[in-house]
């Protein structure tokens, strides 16, 4: 049974199909970028080097039809603030969140709401936002097309496997920890159980 969801899903531009560590894509709708490789579905089991990755990163990014945009500290606080204010109105359970420059990873106890509508509620509030602040222009993309991905999570392990991961995501490209006001504690909360 499911009990929790790991969301993560990409700025405009970042993590596509044919990215060369693999992808969860299925076609890739930018004919221009066909020629940087083919999709592997997946993680790939050997990685490719930093230096391949900013070469192919390079190569898409003067082929996309609009800049990459990604996150600096002020934006990461506002989008924190219309996360909280949708997870407020969804009534959702967050128990880990990470806003890095270019991708969010969300962990969200189950709820009414598949895993796919959550993502779509939280990019839609946090699109309309950001293009209302003027921080972000229509008719540029906020966030890449398509569902995002997500984890499932059926244990206690799982939970607390998947939060430390999530905390750990902004100390390691060498920001503070992250601590927002809609994120709950964790207190073993599994389906059945009241605490």
Known sequence: MVAGYHLIWTIYGYWLANDPRGSTS????????????????????????????????QQARALLHFPVLTFDANEVIFLAKTFGDEIVKQRYTCYACAIMPDHVHMLIRRHRDKAEMMIEHLQQASRTALYESGKRNPPHPVW?????????????????REIEYIRENPIKIGWPEQRWEFVQPYKGWMPGYRG
């Open 144 to 160: 890449s097309d398509g569902p995002g991905w997500k984890g499932f999570l059926n244990t206690r392990q799982d939970f607390e």
């Open 26 to 57: 299925r076609e890739i709708r930018v004919e221009a970028l066909k020629a940087l490789g083919e999709i592997h579905y997946g993680r790939k089991r050997v990685q490719p080097s930093s230096a391949e990755l900013r070469q192919f990163f």
